[in-house]
């Protein structure tokens, strides 16, 4: 049986976080090995976070080596870029069309590079880039952009049934924010 | 909480928690630091233990160590330099043992994610004659923790489990067990035991080395330990997750898996090395196994092609030994070229109390000795407002060094920042030391009533324990005066004005001086101050850069007219912007925003 590697990458506060266990919550319900990393510390204030999920029969190192992801899930346009090189040359880059200046570029000396989806293209990149965060908006609560997300990635991942999804959800959201995360998801799954 | 035979998804340091419940453990202090922290925020939630966050590691280890000696199964957790400031009484307590079980976790940071030195701690276990433990996985973590338990009585000796970063904050499948009923044990006086005079010490130690030899036949035939045979050109001996890591370069090689780390097995590893050509050793930083490989007479590859520095990964481990064919490649990956992508360092958080401080500082062009927490922050762009960091409460008795050092020169501009933890952690020695050897610097404690870098731990300031049950509050004020400041002032770090005239007063001060600036860290769920919209009028605003010496994440320069904005999307109306804006183009409304 393949291994199957996700990298999710974003900033501080975006809520990656709940979106690796969710995925991994999943894996396990699907029957297989799961293992999880990731580093907060830091994270909490704004800088860029990382976790890798890899599932299948038997998984040994909690990291995913460079050139060995089917999917980068960037929950910002910049951090996909910095986390590409994790892609394996058939996978994809999922990423949310959001723009966070890191404090180089809000003080003027540093630019945020222009049209990222066209870079990763040019790179010969395959990617996705999807107005996530403008779902969650509309849904009325930003903080629902990572459940956006995984509805969008879920289409990628058949080998898991689309009902452990839901299932996990109900399990994992705190009650009085269920029925949004619940509709978050199923509007990531309608823009993929 | 039982479950038994059900499985868990958890992370090392929830497995860690887990074991002690089922191993029957009762009493568990710590001082927050990562990548430990979680674990006693886990065994807080177990009913069955007592858990606690002590004022350092120090008096968390005499805790546990006493808890033990008492009859209660006992655990301590801290970051790898947590255990420098808890060492005194741990290499004692390796002399007097225990009486119920003594577990001590120490978590390391290989790869620096978040602390100021890369210390291997397994070298405390040699240095200390305590048994230790490598967990590889969360299944492990779990189940070392039991073992440990049981060697801890077995044997009478504290029992170390090291993690790293990767181990603690990865998670893993875990099968779950019941809780054991430890059995009651009284404390009986016992001078040839307990009490450390120096005669008895003498025969403590002879006990030390008598049990060390009966661990290392332990260490010989523990489960933890184990050969994997497969192609006998390369065997690989490795521990923790190294040998995770080692697997997926060579998923065919034959492996020593070490778990129990020392004693060293070395018949076991005598009968490896006898099996394979090849003998490499695979670990993060120190040479730790391969001294003991090479002190058993057999050659191996070791440091000199794995790295020391950092932590290992797979990628690192391929580079390092592609020499050999059987070494498993990566795929190729496709890079992004031609593009500069800037980095994304950790920034204060907008509405951190700690702003106006570092730019304050700066302002009066302070000499500012540093400290560890959030406030950390404070050395980079753009407030550059920190001329050293050494370690927890270092900041202040730094500052009577440089005093002592320079003298006039250094007067009426040196100043010490440290957070209110941090200063009950180990600054306040170094205050009295400060006032009692005639220093004069300032001392700044940053009181966010909170131990906010490592997530929000409550600490004596907070009025409230790690079970959330209320506690007393300590008055800051009154501990400096009580170690001889005459000068303490209190004063609310938003109000710039008051922050600058407070400082200034304090420096030109003959005599040392407190300033404690007091407001909760902005994240904290209990502080709920009232929102007064800040808003920018983008014509009165003369480019002067005065609003961006703050560095708020939520202040930018509009690339197109060099004017700031304000991102309303992280912007949290504190109003600091506005008390720095001379023109008046950043503005605070005075009625409370609906
Ligand atoms: C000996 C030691 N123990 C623990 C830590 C982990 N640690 C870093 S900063 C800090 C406390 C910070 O609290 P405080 O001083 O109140 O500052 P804040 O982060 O709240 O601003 C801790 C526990 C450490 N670096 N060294
Ligand atoms: S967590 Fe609190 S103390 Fe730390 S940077 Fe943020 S606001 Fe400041
Ligand atoms: S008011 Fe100014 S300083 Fe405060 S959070 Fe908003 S932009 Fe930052």
Same mark, same amino acid.
């Given at each position: 049986?393949?291994?199957?590697?996700?990298?999710?990458?974003?900033?501080?506060?975006?809520?990656?976080?709940?979106?690796?266990?969710?995925?991994?919550?999943?894996?396990?319900?699907?029957?297989?090995?799961?293992?999880?990393?990731?580093?907060?510390?830091?994270?909490?204030?704004?800088?860029?976070?990382?976790?890798?999920?890899? &599932?299948?029969?038997?998984?040994?190192?909690?990291?995913?080596?460079?050139?060995?992801?089917?999917?980068?899930?960037?929950?910002?346009?910049?951090?996909?870029?910095?986390?590409?090189? &994790?892609?394996?040359?058939?996978?994809?880059?999922?990423?949310?069309?959001?723009?966070?200046?890191?404090?180089?570029?809000?003080?003027?000396?540093?630019?945020?590079?222009?049209?990222?989806?066209?870079?990763?293209?040019?790179?010969?990149?395959?990617?996705?880039?999807?107005?996530?965060?403008?779902?969650?908006?509309?849904?009325?609560?930003?903080?629902?952009?990572?459940?956006?997300?995984?509805?969008?990635?879920?289409?990628?991942?058949?080998?898991?049934?689309?009902?452990?999804?839901?299932?996990?959800?109900?399990?994992?959201?705190?009650?009085?924010?269920?029925?949004?995360?619940?509709?978050? &998801?199923?509007?990531?799954?309608?823009?993929? | 909480?039982?479950? +038994?035979?059900?499985?868990?998804?958890?992370?090392?340091?929830?497995?860690?928690?887990?074991?002690?419940?089922?191993?029957?453990?009762?009493?568990?202090?710590? *001082?927050?630091?990562?990548?430990?922290?979680?674990?006693?925020?886990?065994?807080?939630?177990?009913?069955?233990?007592?858990?606690?966050?002590?004022?350092?590691?120090?008096?968390? /280890?005499?805790?546990?160590?006493? $808890?033990?000696?008492?009859?209660?199964?006992?655990?301590?957790?801290?970051?790898?330099? #947590?255990?420098?400031?808890?060492?005194?009484?741990?290499?004692?307590?390796?002399?007097?043992?225990?009486?119920?079980?003594?577990?001590?976790? !120490?978590?390391?940071?290989?790869?620096?994610?978040?602390?100021?030195?890369?210390?291997?701690?397994?070298?405390?276990?040699?240095?200390?004659?305590?048994?230790?433990?490598?967990?590889?996985?969360?299944?492990?973590?779990?189940? /070392?923790?039991?073992?440990?338990?049981?060697?801890?009585?077995? *044997?009478?000796?504290?029992?170390?489990?090291?993690?790293?970063?990767?181990?603690?904050?990865?998670?893993?499948?875990?099968?779950? #067990?019941?809780?054991?009923?430890?059995?009651?044990?009284?404390?009986?006086?016992?001078?040839?035991?307990?009490?450390?005079?120096?005669?008895?010490?003498?025969?403590?130690?002879?006990?030390?080395?008598?049990?060390?030899? +009966?661990?290392?036949?332990?260490?010989?035939?523990?489960?933890?330990?184990?050969?994997?045979?497969?192609?006998?050109?390369?065997?690989?001996?490795?521990?923790?997750?190294?040998?995770?890591?080692?697997?997926?370069?060579?998923?065919?090689?034959?492996?020593?898996?070490?778990?129990?780390?020392?004693?060293?097995?070395?018949?076991?590893?005598?009968?490896?090395?006898?099996?394979?050509?090849?003998?490499?050793?695979?670990?993060?930083?120190?040479?730790?196994?391969?001294?003991?490989?090479?002190?058993?007479?057999?050659?191996?590859?070791?440091?000199?092609?794995?790295?020391?520095?950092?932590?290992?990964?797979?990628?690192?481990?391929?580079? $390092?030994? +592609?020499?050999?064919?059987?070494?498993?490649?990566?795929?190729?990956?496709?890079?992004?070229?031609?593009?500069?992508?800037?980095?994304?360092?950790?920034?204060?958080?907008?509405?951190?109390?700690?702003?106006?401080?570092?730019?304050?500082?700066?302002?009066?062009?302070?000499?500012?000795?540093?400290?560890?927490?959030?406030?950390?922050?404070?050395?980079?762009?753009?407030?550059?407002?920190?001329?050293?960091?050494?370690?927890?409460?270092?900041?202040?008795?730094?500052?009577?060094?440089?005093?002592?050092?320079?003298?006039?020169?250094?007067?009426?501009?040196?100043? $010490?920042?440290?957070?209110?933890?941090?200063?009950?952690?180990?600054? /306040?020695?170094?205050?009295?030391?400060?006032?009692?050897?005639?220093?004069?610097?300032?001392?700044?404690?940053?009181?966010?009533?909170?131990?906010?870098?490592?997530?929000?731990?409550?600490?004596?300031?907070? #009025?409230?324990?790690?079970?959330?049950?209320?506690?007393?509050?300590?008055?800051?004020?009154?501990?400096?005066?009580?170690?001889?400041?005459?000068?303490?002032?209190?004063?609310?770090?938003?109000?710039?004005?008051?922050?600058?005239?407070?400082?200034?007063?304090?420096?030109?001060?003959?005599?040392?001086?407190?300033?404690?600036?007091?407001?909760?860290?902005?994240?904290?769920?209990?502080?709920?101050?009232? !929102? *007064?919209?800040?808003?920018?009028?983008?014509?009165?605003?003369?480019?002067?850069?005065?609003? /961006? +010496?703050?560095?708020?994440?939520?202040?930018?320069?509009?690339?197109?007219?060099?004017?700031?904005?304000?991102?309303?999307?992280?912007?949290?109306?504190?109003?600091?912007?506005?008390?720095?804006?001379?023109?008046?183009?950043?503005?605070?409304?005075?009625?409370?925003?609906?």
């Amino acid at each position: 049986m393949t291994t199957t590697n996700i990298l999710l990458c974003g900033v501080g506060g975006q809520g990656t976080l709940l979106a690796s266990n969710l995925i991994a919550d999943c894996a396990m319900k699907a029957g297989f090995d799961v293992k999880k990393s990731e580093i907060h510390g830091m994270a909490q204030r704004g800088g860029s976070v990382v976790s890798h999920v890899r &599932f299948g029969e038997s998984i040994a190192s909690p990291i995913i080596r460079k050139g060995e992801a089917d999917i980068v899930l960037s929950f910002e346009e910049l951090e996909a870029i910095r986390w590409a090189e &994790f892609l394996k040359p058939d996978g994809i880059v999922i990423t949310n069309s959001q723009k966070i200046l890191p404090m180089s570029v809000s003080a003027g000396s540093e630019k945020y590079p222009e049209n990222i989806p066209e870079i990763l293209s040019r790179s010969s990149i395959a990617n996705i880039c999807v107005d996530a965060i403008g779902k969650a908006i509309e849904l009325g609560n930003q903080k629902c952009l990572n459940v956006v997300l995984l509805g969008v990635l879920a289409h990628k991942l058949p080998m898991i049934d689309s009902i452990l999804w839901k299932e996990s959800i109900k399990e994992k959201v705190p009650q009085k924010l269920l029925d949004l995360n619940l509709k978050a &998801f199923d509007a990531g799954w309608a823009l993929a | 909480m039982t479950h +038994k035979g059900k499985k868990a998804f958890l992370s090392g340091n929830a497995a860690i928690a887990r074991g002690a419940w089922e191993a029957g453990i009762r009493f568990a202090s710590a *001082y927050p630091g990562t990548p430990s922290t979680e674990i006693l925020e886990f065994l807080g939630k177990y009913d069955e233990i007592d858990a606690q966050w002590a004022v350092n590691e120090k008096t968390a /280890m005499e805790t546990v160590i006493g $808890a033990a000696y008492a009859g209660a199964r006992s655990i301590c957790a801290q970051k790898h330099v #947590g255990l420098n400031v808890a060492a005194d009484p741990f290499f004692t307590a390796s002399y007097t043992g225990i009486n119920a079980a003594l577990v001590i976790v !120490t978590a390391d940071d290989p790869g620096l994610h978040s602390s100021q030195n890369e210390q291997d701690n397994r070298n405390y276990a040699r240095m200390a004659k305590m048994p230790m433990f490598e967990p590889s996985n969360s299944q492990e973590a779990k189940d /070392m923790v039991k073992a440990a338990v049981k060697i801890s009585e077995e *044997y009478d000796t504290p029992v170390i489990i090291r993690t790293t970063t990767r181990i603690s904050h990865s998670e893993g499948v875990v099968e779950l #067990g019941e809780r054991e009923n430890a059995p009651e044990r009284e404390f009986e006086r016992n001078m040839g035991k307990y009490c450390v005079l120096p005669a008895i010490a003498k025969k403590l130690h002879e006990k030390v080395e008598k049990r060390t030899s +009966k661990l290392e036949e332990l260490s010989n035939k523990s489960e933890f330990n184990r050969i994997e045979k497969g192609d006998k050109k390369l065997g690989i001996i490795t521990s923790g997750v190294s040998y995770q890591h080692a697997k997926e370069v060579f998923p065919n090689a034959s492996f020593l898996k070490i778990g129990m780390s020392w004693p060293f097995p070395s018949e076991l590893f005598q009968k490896f090395a006898a099996m394979v050509e090849n003998v490499i050793v695979i670990e993060e930083n120190d040479p730790f196994l391969e001294m003991a490989v090479k002190a058993a007479g057999v050659e191996c590859i070791g440091k000199e092609k794995i790295p020391a520095c950092s932590e290992l990964n797979p990628d690192i481990i391929y580079e $390092a030994l +592609k020499d050999f064919a059987e070494a498993k490649a990566p795929k190729s990956a496709k890079l992004v070229s031609g593009v500069n992508i800037p980095v994304r360092p950790p920034v204060l958080c907008p509405g951190c109390p700690h702003r106006g401080v570092f730019y304050t500082l700066r302002k009066l062009n302070c000499t500012v000795t540093g400290d560890i927490g959030c406030y950390s922050l404070g050395a980079l762009a753009p407030h550059n407002a920190m001329h050293s960091i050494v370690c927890m409460g270092a900041s202040i008795t730094n500052a009577l060094g440089i005093e002592k050092a320079m003298k006039d020169k250094i007067h009426g501009k040196l100043v $010490a920042v440290i957070g209110e933890s941090t200063f009950m952690h180990s600054g /306040m020695t170094g205050l009295l030391d400060t006032v009692y050897n005639k220093g004069r610097h300032v001392t700044i404690i940053l009181d966010n009533s909170i131990t906010a870098m490592t997530g929000h731990q409550p600490n004596p300031a907070s #009025g409230k324990t790690l079970k959330g049950e209320p506690a007393k509050v300590v008055n800051l004020e009154a501990v400096c005066k009580a170690l001889g400041v005459d000068h303490v002032t209190c004063v609310d770090p938003f109000d710039l004005k008051q922050l600058e005239e407070t400082i200034k007063t304090a420096l030109a001060d003959p005599e040392p001086s407190v300033v404690i600036t007091k407001r909760p860290c902005f994240l904290l769920k209990s502080y709920k101050p009232k !929102t *007064y919209k800040v808003s920018i009028n983008r014509e009165k605003c003369v480019k002067c850069g005065m609003c /961006m +010496k703050l560095g708020c994440p939520a202040l930018e320069i509009n690339p197109e007219d060099g004017k700031t904005v304000i991102n309303y999307a992280l912007c949290v109306h504190c109003g600091l912007c506005a008390k720095v804006c001379r023109p008046g183009a950043i503005t605070q409304a005075t009625e409370e925003a609906k």
